[in-house]
């Protein structure tokens, strides 16, 4: 009478193997799909985000030749620079004291010796150099100006 017992067991097994399967494979799949969900709603839309500034648009302000006698003597420097500033007040503020902008440069272009403007370093250098007069405020007890840039656009020394 032992064989019917254990023929009874034997369905209730694999009964309970089929339930563990179809739950393993139920749990699979709704971790999957919670994955899936958990994906979409984090992933990177752009929408909600601040979207960023459009970029500056550069404001140049070109300034007549300049041509000074160097130091040597014997040879001069013929430059043409455009400033790059922070805005249209700044062309502006420049604009109204121009003369006070030319005088600061030209005693500054003339100073220099010839071989003081050869390498690129030495450019840089001048660049530098006219960007601190420029900067400088233009009246007493006023602002410093927004220079962001110094560009050469021509540079000849004979």
Known sequence: MAEPAESAEAPARKKSKKKLFVLVGALVILLGAGGAGAWYFMRDTGAGKAEAPPP????FLALDTFTVNLQDGEQYLQLDITLQVADQAQVDAIKLHMP???SRLLSLLSSKHPDELM???DKKKLTAEIMAQVKQPLEPKGKPQQI????FTSFVIQ
């Open 56 to 59: 500056k648009i550069p404001v």
């Open 100 to 102: 006070r902008v030319r």
């Open 119 to 121: 390498s690129p370093e």
């Open 148 to 151: 962001e840039d110094v560009l």
